[in-house]
């Protein structure tokens, strides 16, 4: 007999596991904030740097990720890994400034992620999915021969390069939702466009493989900085044309000031108490209707 599972939401024990996926133009706080997403701040947190974009932030763990595979060398009359010291790499500033940087490929760090110590942090950021994509584009090109990914039959090329990129995701949603930790997903966002008076929201990343992250994640802010107190926030306001969003209740269609504990506390709150930092103005739709979502960015961006 197949036992049926009662569910009852709680969002206390909810807000484990989950994936976060943030979005948004550069220099607008995401890796700043992200990284002290823990209750415990930057200690809990560690970022998997595939931009090489940290330099600026204090007291953050980081881990510079330079591809999906460990480069190898030929030794003698054998293939090794080269040293993670030995890559080519040096810190740019520091204490240690001048000297061999070590930087891992993402198979290390899913080996030390399943390894029997695991990854010792709450929460993991990957920093961008981005430069992951375009590490599995030119792997496919480099497999199949080609220029272009759309030189391969059928559409071959784009589906091998998301695969690859979805795959390593999984790899650490899987993990996180075993472990009860967290993941977030960082993307650039795509231009903003206008279509029939209406926001067109996305990220920075090929159609097929922005609408599936999107879908595998829990909840999915496009990040900003508010013009008038200029503080960076996180907009979770969804609707067609946008690709954000919130299956958290009390997150889902509001922006808050773009912080681990007042989002947490917020997600945490009865509805009937949660502030957000402001609101969208009430404009006419183009079918007549009042509506907040055509005007979201005007009021973030000014």
Known sequence: MIEIIKTKLDTETMMSGLTWYVIGQPKTGKTTQLSKWSKIGSEGTIVLDTDLGTDFLDNANVVPILSIYPPKRKQRDKIEVVP?????????????????????????????????????????????VDKLNDWAEAQVKAELKIDELGDAAFGAGWSKAREITLDIVAEFQNYVKRTGKTLVLVSHSKETQITDNKVQLSPAL??????????????????????????????????????????????????????YNTIIEAALKPSNVVNQVKKAPEVPSTNGATNNKQQTMEVLNG
């Open 84 to 128: 993670p010291t030995e890559r080519g790499y040096v810190y740019r500033n520091g204490k240690h400034r001048g000297q061999p940087m070590p930087v891992y490929s993402m198979g290390e760090i899913i080996q030390a992620m399943h390894s029997e110590e695991g990854l010792p942090f709450d929460t993991i950021v990957i920093d961008t």
């Open 206 to 259: 090929p159609a097929g493989l922005g609408k599936k992250l999107v879908a595998i994640s829990d909840a999915i802010g496009y990040s900003t900085v508010d013009k008038e107190t200029q503080k960076p926030v996180l907009s979770f306001e969804a609707y067609d044309e946008r690709t954000i969003g919130s299956r958290i209740p009390n997150l889902h269609n509001k922006v808050f000031e773009f912080d």
